[in-house]
């Protein structure tokens, strides 16, 4: 049993490591780097043209001096505020207003999108290719518009005519989230037919600094065909676009908590594709077959556009009420989606039901508990077993010291003849390992964790413990590194595991006895950075691990008690009779 624990837990231990380097050093030197190579250039790259084409790049102004030089037409929902800009028809300032940067009540609200020539350029734009000679809208295109504002219920549609017979027009509507939808149709007046193609593309330059992570995808992503595809941006820059043919699907941008996602029309074949224009220029784009459009006629397409925060019931009511494919893998559940889902669905009812996600996760791991209680049980009774025999197996290792292979074929006979199963005690840890890593899946990408407080100092559970003493609990003016700014919480869970292993049979093996003496503290400091609800939950499973297996024991030891008591009475009576 000691080896195959050792074994199952130095695996844990091996991923949590591997999970950490990977989250805490790899991916944000990659982000450096990426910045280094924005901050060489000076300089933002512009959309592609609708020909595939680098316009030349502006130089970085204020993003309020870039809005405020050309004319717009706001944008006011109760959930964001922005404008579309007449020049290029292009949305390209978005301001998530129940969203902010920090927990900070004062601190910004997330900007989502900003326009071409501002520090991080992000903005969606639609509109029709053609083969030949057609003059189209272009981005220096100025278009009028019917209205100056958008508001849910409050359409506005945008027009310009080409001078050669051509009329297009562009309606912006918006409902109270964050979809909008954009039909843009062309009303043909000339003489001849004329043969166009929609398209839509998503554009960012510059991405924002901060960390990259290993168990997330952000970047260009979508569904073509039933599929989900995913490209990362270094991929894009080294290896070229990728290029999709589907009916029916979606594509757009992600960042953790963010998302910008075109959905075409669901009946029109329509060329997908992720592309890179330099190191720090990238594009979700797609275009439709080509639309006749016979003299006197118009013709139109219908696009939603997300824009907006990826909560996860608004996700799930887009998907269903205009039925785009798999849009709820927009948020990345991972792996274990099959347990990412339910454990979330139950942190939200709990949540709902106790107005606090720090309860809701200890109700989880009650829930957890209640559900592995029977084999946990049974886990417990063979460790307690398995304590009873650690003298026989001492004295065995004393015996056959010399002879390893006689030593564990000896052990072995032990537990046959005793009925133990040496492995009794490792089940429940094997269950445990992907309800962990559920959790800290919805912990980790779930907006509905972000900046939500449990209790006291815990401010933000999707963020690391804050109180630490490494800096006399923020008395000294410096912020420690991450590894060794262990919080309040990540000791807490230390001592619970320490005295958790106090309750299991210790290995007979002096080296595995202090390895396992080590393991609280070494994964005090592996959980150190990780978010305070997935340490509170490994604390609160602790501590109801604890009690579980403290009651077994007592009612063991009564048991045994008894059976002894009751065999020595057995053997009194025969004495008498004798």
């Known amino acids: 049993m000691g080896d195959q624990k050792n074994l199952i837990l130095a695996m844990v231990l091996s991923v949590l490591i591997l999970v950490g380097w990977d989250h805490f050093f790899v991916k944000p030197q990659v982000e450096q780097q990426r910045a280094a190579v924005v901050e060489q250039e000076g300089v933002i790259p512009a959309s592609p043209q609708a020909d595939g084409s680098e316009s030349p790049s502006p130089q970085v102004r204020p993003r309020e001096a870039v809005i405020a030089g050309v004319p717009r037409v706001t944008i006011e929902t109760p959930e964001l505020r922005g404008s579309i800009s007449l020049k290029g028809a292009r949305i390209d300032d978005l301001v998530l207003t129940q969203y902010r940067e920090t927990v900070d009540k004062d601190s910004a609200n997330i900007t989502l999108f900003s326009p071409s020539g501002s520090a ?127 009916t029916g699907g979606w594509l757009g941008i992600t960042d953790k908590y963010w998302l910008a996602a075109m959905v075409p029309d669901q009946k029109l074949p329509f060329n997908g594709a992720f592309r890179s224009f330099g190191p720090s220029s990238f594009q979700a784009d797609y275009m439709t077959n080509p639309v006749n459009i016979a003299a006197g006629e118009t013709q139109s397409q219908t696009i939603r556009l997300f824009a907006g925060a990826k909560e996860v019931a608004l996700i799930d009511k887009y998907e269903a009420e205009y039925n785009i494919p798999l849009f709820d893998r927009a948020i990345d559940w991972g792996w274990f989606y099959f347990l990412t889902r339910p454990i979330f669905r139950v942190l939200d009812w709990l949540y709902k039901l106790f107005g606090n996600f720090g309860v809701a996760i200890i109700g989880l791991t009650v829930i957890v508990k209640a559900v592995m209680f029977p084999l946990a049980n049974k886990s417990y009774a063979s460790m307690n077993r398995l304590r009873e025999l650690q003298p026989k197996m001492k004295e065995l290792q004393e015996r056959y010291k010399d002879d390893k292979q006689q030593q564990q074929r000896a052990i072995m006979e032990l537990y046959q003849k005793e009925k133990v199963n040496p492995l009794g005690g490792c089940l429940p840890i094997l269950l445990q390992i992907p309800v962990f890593f559920a959790l800290y899946k919805v912990l980790f990408v779930t907006i509905e964790m972000r900046h939500q407080p449990f209790v006291l100092w815990i401010k933000d559970l999707s963020a690391p413990d804050p109180l630490t003493p490494v800096n006399l609990f923020g008395l000294l003016p410096f912020t420690p590194p991450p590894m060794i700014a262990i919080g309040i919480l990540p000791i807490i869970m230390g001592v619970t595991m320490y005295l958790q292993q106090k309750l299991n049979p210790q290995p007979v093996d002096p080296v595995q006895q202090k390895v396992f003496g080590f393991m609280p503290i070494i994964f005090t400091f592996i959980l150190a950075p990780f978010a305070a609800g997935l340490v509170l939950y490994w604390t609160v499973n602790n501590l109801l691990s604890i009690l579980q297996q403290w009651v077994l024991l007592k009612r063991h030891d009564k048991e045994r008690a008894a059976a002894q008591a009751a065999k020595a009475q057995a053997k009194a009576q025969k004495r008498r009779k004798d």
């Open 120 to 246: 991080h350029p992000y903005y969606a734009e639609f509109g029709w290719a053609a083969a030949g000679g057609v003059p189209l809208p272009t981005k220096d295109t100025v278009w009028t518009a019917d209205g100056d504002q958008l508001r849910p219920g409050q359409p506005v549609t945008l027009s310009w005519d080409n001078g050669a017979g051509l009329i297009f027009r562009l309606r912006f509507e918006v409902d109270e989230h964050f979809l909008f939808s954009v039909t843009q149709s062309v009303e043909n007046q000339a003489g001849a037919p004329v043969a166009l193609n929609g398209y839509g593309r998503i554009t960012r330059a510059n991405l924002p600094h901060g960390k990259s992570f290993y168990v997330l995808h952000e970047g260009p992503l979508g569904v073509f065909n039933g599929t989900l595809e995913e490209a990362d941006y270094e991929d894009l820059v080294e290896d070229g676009p990728q290029q999709f043919q589907s």
